[in-house]
């Protein structure tokens, strides 16, 4: 099992910037591929960005290219995303997603699910 834990959701205004942290424990050398969601209320879970660790290439939603960064501390076994130029529609709760698969790109792709964390944008 691979138990990802997501910290630096907070309230932030539009504009804003939030650096959101995930950090995975357990059998982390099963996973391949990490990323981030967000489920909006009353929403489905949206794909945000992920990166494949075994090549290195990242992937971003429309709504997330040049504003989001996915990066990882492969020491620290740690994910990151960089989210700058908020919006108040980036609100939403954000989950870190672990796969054994080598990419990340839809629900379906992930084994492992963070509890999420909390990101409002306000106007």
């Known amino acids: 099992q691979v138990q990802p834990v997501e910290s630096g959701g907070g309230l932030v205004q539009a504009g804003g910037s939030l650096r959101l942290s995930c950090r995975a424990s357990g059998r982390t050398g099963s996973t391949y591929a990490m990323g981030w969601f967000r489920q909006a209320p009353g929403k489905e879970r949206w794909f945000v960005a992920s990166?494949?660790?075994?090549?290195?290439?990242?992937y971003y939603a429309d709504f997330a290219k040049g504003r989001f960064t996915i990066s990882r501390d492969i020491a620290e076994n740690t994910l990151f995303l960089q989210m700058n130029s908020l919006k108040p529609e980036d609100t939403a709760v954000y989950y870190c997603?672990?796969?054994?698969?080598?990419?990340?790109?839809?629900?379906?792709?992930?084994?492992?699910w963070g509890n999420g964390t909390l990101v409002t944008v306000s106007s």
């Open positions: 997603a672990a796969a054994r698969g080598v990419i990340i790109r839809l629900v379906p792709d992930v084994h492992y």
């Open positions: 990166i494949s660790f075994l090549t290195g290439d990242t």
